[in-house]
T-cell receptor, first 112, second 114 residues
Framework: SQKIEQNSEALNIQEGKTATLTCNYT??????LQWYRQDPGRGPVFLLL?????KEKRKERLKVTFDTTLKQSLFHITASQPADSATYLC???????????FGGGTRLMVKP | DAGVIQSPRHEVTEMGQEVTLRCKPI?????LFWYRQTMMRGLELLIY????????DSGMPEDRFSAKMPNASFSTLKIQPSEPRDSAVYFC????????????FGSGTRLTVV
């Protein structure tokens, strides 16, 4: 099965800066990769999905890249705000089906 | 749609008791997933259903856990007997396939077994 690595240490950045979070995986390349946001006491909320044949996807201040050679996805939040503070999870399908394996998440803290 | 609805939000029970967690998925979604989240192990998939049929239950820790989906709008996860190590937050999620809009998660049930 996939092993997914996200930086377990919290990422602290200043408001207005760009936050960059990393997701690395082993084994085969997934058909698609997803990013979720999770706030304390809440369930994860879907943010973006990127397919294996896509190198980059954008949605408002969010940008996701997918490098199947490096087996890595980068998640960027531009012009970060304190409201962006949360834990961000990446997830990959196991076998081109609909079964997701989640990484451990990275906690982002945006300071005003 | 009100989203994925889970009940109860919190459950405190004594070791050895039966616990039943409930989930109502989003109408029209044909996949339903049960995950468990702990600090040590993160989000772990327990079981998932497609069109009410269990597809993969390899994540169910042991025979004390069972899940059912009697119809498209309801699923249960049962633990009998419960043990302190079952304490975690249990999430239900639903989706379409292909998952263009990802999974929609419920708010979770925080289970504490004392």
């Amino acid at each position: 099965s996939q092993k997914i690595e996200q930086n377990s240490e919290a990422l602290n950045i200043q408001e207005g800066k760009t936050a960059t979070l990393t997701c690395n995986y082993t084994n085969y390349s997934p058909a698609y990769l997803q990013w979720y946001r999770q706030d304390p006491g809440r369930g994860p909320v879907f943010l973006l999905l990127i397919r294996e044949n896509e190198k980059e996807k954008r949605k408002e201040r969010l940008k996701v890249t997918f490098d199947t050679t490096l087996k890595q996805s980068l998640f960027h939040i531009t012009a970060s705000q304190p409201a962006d503070s949360a834990t961000y999870l990446c997830a990959l399908d196991e076998d081109a089906g609909n079964m997701l394996t989640f990484g451990g998440g990275t906690r982002l803290m945006v300071k005003p | 749609d009100a989203g994925v609805i889970q009940s109860p939000r919190h459950e405190v029970t004594e070791m050895g008791q039966e616990v039943t967690l409930r989930c109502k998925p989003i109408s029209g979604h044909d996949y339903l997933f049960w995950y468990r989240q702990t600090m040590m192990r993160g989000l772990e998939l327990l079981i998932y259903f497609n069109n009410n049929v269990p597809i993969d239950d390899s994540g169910m820790p042991e025979d004390r856990f069972s899940a059912k989906m009697p119809n498209a709008s309801f699923s249960t996860l049962k633990i009998q007997p419960s043990e302190p190590r079952d304490s975690a937050v249990y999430f239900c999620a639903s989706s379409l396939f292909p998952p263009g809009d990802g999974y929609t998660f419920g708010s979770g049930t925080r289970l504490t077994v004392v």
